[in-house]
């Protein structure tokens, strides 16, 4: 089993910033992709910036040049840096990690969740 921790949400103004982060931890061997997506109330759950493991990045034309995705592979840890913050930005905010276990498997895990609102 694997658990995704997220944090670092919370209520910024517009034209603000926040950083958040994702730990994953349990039966891992390694993880291939880590990324962020986010659901806004009576809209359909988007992607928003990936990252894979040899540090190859995907951003939703939304936020590219606002947001930056990193990883740490030796923590299991996936960060999103978010800038220039707008209200449109408001939303759920979901940590993903496609996860290989010790026996070669992979398997897709979210998070729990974390909100973001930008107040404009």
């Known amino acids: 089993q694997v658990q995704l921790v997220e944090s670092g949400g919370g209520l910024v103004q517009a034209g603000g910033s926040l950083r958040l982060s994702c730990v994953a931890s349990g039966s891992i061997f390694s993880i291939n992709v880590m990324g962020w997506y986010r659901q806004a109330p009576g809209k359909q759950r988007e992607l928003v910036a990936t990252i894979g493991k040899s540090s190859s990045t995907n951003y939703a034309d939304s936020v590219k040049g606002r947001f930056s995705i990193s990883g740490d592979n030796a923590k299991n840890t996936v960060y999103l840096q978010m800038n220039s913050l707008k209200s449109e930005d408001t939303a759920v905010y979901y940590c993903?990690?496609?996860?290989?276990?010790?026996?070669?498997?992979?398997?897709?895990?979210w998070g729990q969740g974390t909100q973001v609102t930008v107040s404009s």
């Open positions: 993903k990690a496609d996860v290989v276990n010790p026996f070669g498997r992979e398997f897709r895990y």
